[in-house]
Nanobody, 124 residues
Framework: VQLQACGGGLVQAGGSLRLSCAASGARFSGNAVGWFRQAPGKEREFVAA?????????LHADSVRGRFTISRDTAKNMVYLQMNSLEPEDTAVYYC?????????????????WGQGTLVTVSS
């Protein structure tokens, strides 16, 4: 499945953005979907993940918990990342990815289908 993230942009600190992740060519397979980010000069890091079926089960990184929320719309075949109270430290390219597992996890290696990222820039 090909994934495409969009919704990034330039926002002032304290502002909000909503990122979207769409699967093209096929529906999400039923495995978990995650968001990761990579800032310049840093390694890719986990942001949030959610399962696809049954009652939603989410994971959020400590650095974004309480500010970011991952959600899904199975009817629309979409996963979202609502980002509030953005900080300059949130500046990064954000990627969505599909896991090889049905439950959400934080490990980069658990995710096998990666989309092109979307750039989020937070100005101070």
């Amino acid at each position: 499945v090909q994934l495409q993230a969009c919704g990034g942009g330039l926002v002032q600190a304290g502002g909000s953005l909503r990122l979207s992740c769409a699967a093209s060519g096929a529906r999400f397979s039923g495995n978990a979907v995650g968001w990761f980010r990579q800032a310049p000069g840093k390694e890719r890091e986990f942001v949030a993940a959610i399962n696809w079926w049954s009652s939603p089960s989410q994971l959020h990184a400590d650095s974004v918990r309480g500010r970011f929320t991952i959600s899904r719309d199975t009817a629309k075949n979409m996963v979202y990342l609502q980002m509030n109270s953005l900080e300059p430290e949130d500046t990064a390219v954000y990627y969505c990815a599909a896991s090889k597992y049905s439950i959400p996890t934080t490990l980069h290696s658990d995710y096998v289908s990666w989309g092109q990222g979307t750039l989020v820039t937070v100005s101070s």
